[in-house]
């Protein structure tokens, strides 16, 4: 039974950093994408971007290029989402998924002065 | 950017009833593989989304077969053939063709 478990909610100051976490187990890390999704607070969801474990290649939506980073440490099956320069606007639940399948519980990241 | 777009926004249905959802792209999301990379999700409120469907019309492990997915190229259906009380939530299509792009979503409620 694959199980993703995502870092606790994060609070941060405009202009700040934050780096959610997302641990895997139960399945082969390396086979599956990892996909990054926000929702923001009553909105839909969004996809942010996903990474592949075996090559470290990313893809990310266009208006998260240059803010999102997505890495992996293959020797903790963990995925990381670094986003920086927060705005209030990116107040959001953010979500990691295997392959979109499974899905992690949320990481909620609140941006307010 | 592909651009998903669902109908109605919310459903209101009678236990034991059907329910249709429609999901249209703004183009063929016929993959040069000749795959079809249509998705339907389930997200109940203060719950993470739940796949439904992959590829159009595959349900996932576990999914109750009164949901069914059908269509092709541009225009896309959800349908749940007799809705029981914990099918309420918010349904979203999704196209992974081109990149992701997720649809605004219907609310489903008795």
């Known amino acids: 039974q694959a199980q993703l478990l995502q870092s606790g909610a994060e609070v941060k100051k405009p202009g700040a950093s934050v780096r959610v976490s997302c641990k895997a187990s139960g399945y082969n890390f390396m086979t599956y994408f990892m996909y990054w999704v926000r929702q923001a607070p009553g909105q839909g969801l969004e996809w942010v971007g996903w990474i592949n474990p075996q090559s470290g290649g990313t893809k990310l939506a266009q208006k998260f290029q240059g803010r999102v980073t997505l890495t992996r440490d293959t020797s903790i099956t963990t995925g990381y989402m670094d986003f920086n320069n927060l705005r209030p606007d990116d107040t959001a639940m953010y979500y990691c998924?295997?392959?979109?399948?499974?899905w992690g519980q949320g990481t909620l990241v609140t941006v307010s002065s | 950017d592909i651009v998903m777009t669902q109908s109605p926004r919310s459903l209101s249905v009678t236990l034991g009833q059907p329910a249709s959802i429609s999901c249209r792209s703004s183009?063929?999301?016929?993959?040069?593989?000749?795959?079809?990379?249509l998705i339907w999700f389930h997200q109940r409120p203060g719950q993470s989304p739940r796949r439904l469907i992959y590829?159009?019309?595959n349900r996932d492990s576990g999914v109750p077969d009164r949901f069914s997915g059908s269509g092709s190229v541009t225009d896309f259906t959800l349908r749940i053939s007799r809705v029981e009380a914990e099918d309420v939530g918010i349904y979203y299509c999704m196209q992974g063709t081109y990149l992701t792009t997720f649809g605004q979503g219907t609310r489903l409620e008795i």
């Open positions: 590829q159009v019309s």
């Open positions: 998924s295997r392959d979109l399948g499974d």
């Open positions: 183009q063929s999301l016929v993959h040069k593989n000749g795959n079809t990379y």
